[in-house]
């Protein structure tokens, strides 16, 4: 592994149990689940990229996920609302790059919970 693989390897494993640590500290036992399952989906799912700069993408999108969560003081993504031709840009050019991974597809979403878009309150 070359030296710039290898450093990515030990931030984003850093990060990902930063991740799992903040998941105990949830206060709902849904959202704890919730973290930990899109943690690890997306940290397997794109374990075997290789360009440099497709994964200092990811991982700067895992760490503005991070960040936008503990700001917000929630676990999904934050929905953003933009007018169709109301920017005069394409949609792709204004998602924020936290919601990539969503346009990609994940496994939290294709959840029951998620297409139906219910809240998930057990407590």
């Known amino acids: 592994m070359s030296g710039?693989?290898?450093?990515h390897r030990a931030k984003i494993l850093s990060m990902y149990r930063d991740v799992l640590r903040l998941s105990r500290t949830w206060e709902r036992s849904s959202e704890r689940q919730y973290i930990r399952d899109e943690v690890r989906t997306l940290v397997r799912?794109?374990?075997f990229l290789t360009d440099s700069k497709e994964i200092d993408f990811k991982v700067h999108e895992f760490e503005t996920r991070i960040e936008t969560g503990i700001h917000y003081k929630i676990p999904y993504?934050?929905?953003v609302n933009v007018a169709p031709g109301a920017t005069g840009?394409?949609?792709?050019?204004?998602?924020?790059?936290?919601?990539?991974?969503?346009?990609?597809g994940t496994a939290s979403e294709s959840s029951p919970r998620r297409k139906a878009n219910v809240p998930i309150y057990d407590e």
């Open 77 to 79: 993504p934050r929905p």
């Open 4 to 7: 710039k693989v290898v450093s």
């Open 45 to 47: 799912k794109n374990k």
């Open 89 to 104: 840009k394409d949609p792709e050019t204004v998602t924020p790059v936290y919601l990539h991974s969503y346009k990609e």
